[in-house]
T-cell receptor, first 115, second 111 residues
Framework: DAGVTQSPTHLIKTRGQQVTLRCSPK?????VSWYQQALGQGPQFIFQYYEEEERQRGNFPDRFSGHQFPNYSSELNVNALLLGDSALYLCASSLAGTGSTGELFFGEGSRLTVL | TQLLEQSPQFLSIQEGENLTVYCNSSSVFSSLQWYRQEPGEGPVLLVTVVTGGEVKKLKRLTFQFGDARKDSSLHITAAQPGDTGLYLC???????????FGTGTRLKVLA
């Protein structure tokens, strides 16, 4: 049973560029959440996708956008990259029916460095 | 802005020692989870607590949810090097779908 897979694992971009990160959820999961984790800190919620729509959003600017596909996989897009966007981006999948007690299954993350 | 503050931020102890990590907030959570994250990996769930005052045990780890559901603690008995990692608490408030993660406690257990 494949867990959550993310790609790419590492990438380097320059300021002003755009990046797309990809996530395949755990088999059977229908909900995908994206988190940004700065070095040495806890993950910060970016947004959550369910039924191909953004269901909830954290305090991130519109430069951060996403998409969920019919097969439940998801993409995170960041435009006009800033140095401060350098972080580990984590994708977490879950089952919508588990509500507020559901377990989040995380991928290993995509480490983005902006120069 | 909902915040979950964890203390201590860093902890370095000898194998066999006991320790407690705290997770505090001014917000009420409908549930609270604890995760452990190791370098190069995503967080992995340890436990979920949902009832105020609830205590759960997982081998040498004891988790408690505060009576008012605003805080939680994680106690490790006789720590082992394998317990080394970043411990994160995460809370969910009623009517939302987002998990608010704490600031993290980085634990290092020396052999």
């Amino acid at each position: 049973d494949a867990g959550v897979t993310q790609s790419p694992t590492h990438l380097i971009k320059t300021r002003g560029q755009q990046v797309t990160l990809r996530c395949s959820p755990k088999s059977g999961h229908d909900t995908v959440s994206w988190y940004q984790q700065a070095l040495g800190q806890g993950p910060q919620f970016i947004f959550q996708y369910y039924e191909e729509e953004e269901r909830q959003r954290g305090n991130f600017p519109d430069r951060f956008s996403g998409h969920q596909f019919p097969n439940y996989s998801s993409e995170l897009n960041v435009n006009a990259l800033l140095l401060g966007d350098s972080a580990l981006y984590l994708c977490a999948s879950s089952l919508a029916g588990t509500g507020s007690t559901g377990e989040l299954f995380f991928g290993e993350g995509s480490r983005l460095t902006v120069l | 802005t909902q915040l979950l503050e964890q203390s201590p931020q860093f902890l370095s102890i000898q194998e066999g020692e006991n320790l407690t990590v705290y997770c505090n907030s001014s917000s009420v959570f409908s549930s609270l989870q604890w995760y452990r994250q190791e370098p190069g990996e995503g967080p992995v769930l340890l436990v979920t607590v949902v009832t105020g005052g609830e205590v759960k045990k997982l081998k040498r780890l004891t988790f408690q949810f505060g009576d008012a559901r605003k805080d939680s603690s994680l106690h490790i008995t006789a720590a082992q090097p394998g317990d080394t990692g970043l411990y994160l608490c995460a809370g969910v408030t009623s009517g939302t779908y987002k998990y608010i993660f704490g600031t993290g406690t980085r634990l290092k257990v020396l052999a």
